[in-house]
């Protein structure tokens, strides 16, 4: 599919808007969901800082949502690894039961 065929999906991030040129694996109510947590991140800390600058609000926008991820994956990691303990655990039961 050329650019040019491409879906475009336009979404507003903090007053502007942004032309996406959607590929066929992305859909367009993600793409949305993300720029509205980009958005909403950039509100928040422009409220709370009193911030205006575009380029401070999206770095410190971008920082905030990276760290989330990172909690987030170290979470996750946290719980897969006690899910394999406990699987080891009971499969352990059951071959002293059987």
């Known amino acids: 599919m050329a650019e040019s ?8 991030i903090n007053g502007k808007n942004y032309t996406f040129a959607l590929t066929p694996e992305q859909r367009a109510e993600h793409i949305q969901e993300v720029a509205q947590l980009v958005d909403d991140q950039m509100r928040r800390i422009s409220q709370e800082h009193h911030m205006q600058s575009p380029l401070q609000l999206a770095i410190l926008a971008g920082l ?3 760290e989330e991820l990172h909690k987030l994956k170290a979470d996750y990691q946290e719980a897969e690894s006690e ?6 655990r ?8 059987f």
């Open 5 to 12: 065929d491409a879906a475009r999906l336009i979404v507003t």
């Open 64 to 66: 905030n949502l990276v």
């Open 83 to 88: 899910i394999s303990q406990r699987t080891s």
């Open 90 to 97: 009971l499969a352990a039961s059951l071959g002293r039961v």
